[in-house]
């Protein structure tokens, strides 16, 4: 499909079909974000059940959605017609993808004078409604997603998911999201940089990896094709940054997109907090902090004056939750999250984007070389099993793979995306929301 032009810029149709054989619920699918939901999900290969209380609309845009969408009457407030959707899809389609709890109403505008609300009166049925509406919905959600009738079934999921099975979900990873976009990528001769610049490189954008680690960098180019070129960059040199960006313009005329991933860890020897070594602190954020503003100057820099840009981060769920990390490594990963908060602002009025991609645990040499030094009798197994069984309190399942960062960094990357700014998109299965208490359960 041809890409279109909005309001000045191109962005690539979502027709890749990466909902393909999903089977949805969307309530509120009647009108507004439900509606464009649903119909992004059938254009992507979903077929949905739209759940409503607008009768007419709702079978009107089930009608015009075609034989991939379906109208149901639905209050969300009532638990029985929520329960009848789930049912509905799984008894149409033979099995529930995705809830997507979307209908609310506003309720009273702040400000306006209004008595307060009588909820046995007749003319207060609305605030009723908006309260249980926004309260008895979330519930359903949890009925679905975790305990209650469906452990069995997620009990099935859940060790699939630790079987593997999960990377045989489709992911269309090649629909050329990130057509004639230029990019530069630090940290790329590795792990998750690696996987970004491939899965750029497979969604249509030419890339310049950045890294110190030359022959791998090379190597990782000539694996990649013509599309990718690699250049030696220290991201702790500013004028080497500035040179990255230089070449991308050079070489394709234009930046795109400068993710600034590179990244270290830091000492994991444990060590009391009075006796943090302020030297290697220093090293830490001069890879991990510092260099992420020399990118967000330097990408401005090359992007403002077109409009158009978007710089991403790597962050990390260290940044985000105490403890999982040495000590400087957290600072500085907090501190690139205090970059995208300090820039996006700004960037926004120049048409440029700063967002954020913040993993948990990926098994790559950053979190793997260090650690089996230091705890020289474990084997890799055994360690990334180690990592494994921390995310297993979240039930987040089995390590995630350094290619799902990268296809979360070319969502943001993309014009798809193109709303997104001063975002922290946190890939950690659910990590960093909560922790289960450890109450024993006899
Ligand atoms: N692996 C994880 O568990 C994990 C979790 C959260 C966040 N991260 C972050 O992901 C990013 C990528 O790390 P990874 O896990 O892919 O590790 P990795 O070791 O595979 O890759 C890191 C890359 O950064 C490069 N690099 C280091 N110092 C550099 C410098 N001064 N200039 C240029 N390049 C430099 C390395 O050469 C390497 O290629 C890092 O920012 C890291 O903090 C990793």
Do not use: W
Request: some cysteine; proline content about 4%.
């Amino acid at each position: 499909m041809m890409p279109l032009v909005v309001s000045g810029f191109f962005y690539a149709a979502s027709d890749s079909q990466r909902l393909a054989g999903k089977v949805a619920v969307i309530t509120g699918g009647a009108s507004g974000i439900g509606k464009a939901t649903a119909t992004e999900f059938i254009k992507n290969g979903a077929k949905v059940i739209i759940a409503d209380i607008q009768d007419d609309l709702g079978h009107s845009v089930a009608a015009e959605l075609g034989p991939d969408a379906a109208y149901t009457r639905c209050d969300v407030a009532d638990e029985a017609q929520v329960a009848a959707a789930v049912g509905l899809a799984v008894k149409r389609h033979g099995h529930l993808d995705v809830f997507h709890n979307n209908a609310g109403i506003a309720g009273r505008l702040p400000g306006r004078r209004s008595p307060p609300p009588k909820i046995s009166s007749k003319s207060t049925a609305r605030d009723a409604q908006f309260q249980s509406i926004n309260t008895l919905s979330n519930a359903e959600l949890t009925i679905i997603g975790s305990g209650g009738p469906y452990d069995a079934e997620n009990n099935a999921a859940r060790s699939q998911r630790s079987s593997g099975l999960l990377h045989q979900f489709s992911t269309a990873a090649n629909s050329q999201r990130l057509a004639g976009k230029v990019a530069v990528i630090t940290g790329a001769a590795s792990g998750i940089g690696k996987a970004s610049a491939k899965e750029f490189i497979g969604n249509g954008a030419k890339v310049i990896l950045a890294d110190v680690q030359d022959d791998l960098g090379r190597a990782v180019a000539a694996e990649l094709g013509p599309g990718a070129t690699y250049t030696r960059c220290d991201v702790t040199d500013e004028a080497q940054v500035a040179a990255a960006v230089d070449l991308a313009v050079a070489r394709h005329g234009a930046l795109d997109v400068f993710y600034s991933n590179a990244g270290v860890l830091g000492s994991i020897a444990p060590a009391p907090l009075a006796s943090l070594d302020l030297a290697e602190f220093d090293r830490v954020m001069a890879v991990n902090a510092r260099a992420a503003v020399a990118a967000a100057k330097h990408a401005a820099r090359a992007m403002v004056p077109r409009r158009s840009g978007c710089v991403l981060f790597t962050g990390s769920v260290s940044g985000v939750v105490g403890g999982t990390g040495p000590t400087s490594y957290g600072v500085s990963k907090a501190a690139v999250l205090g970059v995208v908060r300090a820039v996006a602002g700004e960037l926004a009025r120049h048409g440029v984007r700063a967002n954020a991609v913040s993993p948990c645990g990926v098994a790559t040499p950053l979190s793997m070389v260090q650690v089996l030094e230091a705890y020289p009798g474990m084997s890799f197994e055994e360690l990334k099993n180690a990592m494994a069984a921390s995310m297993e309190q979240m039930e987040a399942g089995p390590l995630i793979d350094p290619e799902d960062v990268a296809r979360a960094a070319v969502f943001l990357a993309s014009d798809e995306a193109k709303y997104i700014n001063g975002h922290n998109l946190v890939v950690d299965g659910g990590f960093t929301v909560g922790k289960l208490l450890k109450i024993p359960k006899e």
